[in-house]
């Protein structure tokens, strides 16, 4: 026999029920985007406008607020903005490359290759993951006080360059890759490099793409450890600098919504960028047993 056809009042109950998940999956996209949406009108309004309106500004909009923390900062002898936007495009960009290339040897050891107390050191990788890095902050910061890194690019960075959760996540993907492919490559005469750059990396893609993001925008947004190691004006990133603003000027609201854009704004255009590897990734860190 076959299909039977759907009557017509199914098929339109159907779709309805469609548009209505639809709908609701829009208002609460933006319930959630409102926030950030308010901020960013409100980093263009006039002072006096922020507070005293809605959403949309009563008055014509300007530039003015981000005029002002883009001069400010060496008008008040701290860290030009430009310094503070490198400082934290650098450490958060080295720290994120040093994550993936230790990430990604570690898992490969851990995932592919026989050797005593593999299980161990596994297990105790996992086991760290349980910890809140701010449990670690006083011994870390004894030991970077003690190979004299305080106010250094090195003293931002070392700590950092390795992650539990990155060795992990590298660890389920290539337990899934099969042994075969790596053993043809090796009867070819490539060395561990080769297959480990040329294969394992390319392959892992969504992984690293996955990786790369959460661990650069935890370096970005990073306050507490910036705050404590660092006290030259040099080498403060933008949330230290941003925090000396609001301390300072903490009546501007305008020039809060504007640092508040400036911190988010290349969070977003990375993800814009690498959307479609990010929801790969998420959907294979999430299907890999």
């Not at 098929?11 to 933006?30: E, G």
């Not at 003015?64 to 701290?78: M, P, Q």
């Not at 851990?110 to 105790?124: C, D, I, Q, S, Y």
Request: overall charge positive.
């Amino acid at each position: 026999m076959g299909k039977e056809k759907m009557k017509p009042g199914y098929k339109q109950m159907n779709k309805i029920m469609q548009y209505l998940v639809f709908c609701i999956l829009l208002l609460l996209a933006l319930f959630w985007l409102y926030p950030y949406i308010w901020v960013t009108i409100a980093s263009f309004k006039n002072e006096t406008d922020i507070t005293g309106s809605g959403l949309l500004p009563s008055k014509p909009m300007t530039l003015g607020h981000y005029k002002f923390i883009l001069t400010t900062a060496s008008e008040i002898g701290r860290t030009p903005f430009g310094r503070a936007f490198f400082n934290s495009f650098f450490i958060s960009s080295v720290v994120t490359v040093f994550v993936i290339l230790i990430g990604g040897l570690a898992g490969y050891s851990l995932a592919k290759h026989e050797f005593p107390g593999r299980e161990v050191l596994t297990n105790f990788i996992i086991f760290q993951m349980l910890f809140p890095t701010i449990l670690f902050l006083v011994p870390v910061f004894l030991v970077i006080r003690g190979l004299h890194m305080i106010d250094t690019y090195q003293g931002m960075i070392l700590p950092f360059v390795s992650s539990a959760w990155a060795v992990f996540l590298f660890y389920q993907f290539f337990k899934g890759i099969p042994n075969d492919l790596i053993e043809s490559v090796r009867i070819d005469g490539g060395s561990e490099l080769l297959i480990i750059f040329r294969i394992m990396f390319p392959l892992s893609k969504p992984i690293i793409t996955i990786i790369g993001m959460f661990i650069f925008m935890q370096r970005w947004d990073e306050y507490l450890w910036y705050i404590i190691l660092n006290k030259n004006n040099a080498f403060m990133p933008m949330t230290t600098v941003l925090a000396g603003y609001m301390k300072t000027y903490g009546e501007n609201l305008g020039a809060q919504m504007a640092g508040v854009i400036f911190l988010t704004f290349p969070i977003i255009v990375l993800f814009i960028i690498f959307r479609n590897s990010f929801t790969r990734g998420i959907t294979m860190t999430g299907l890999k047993g």
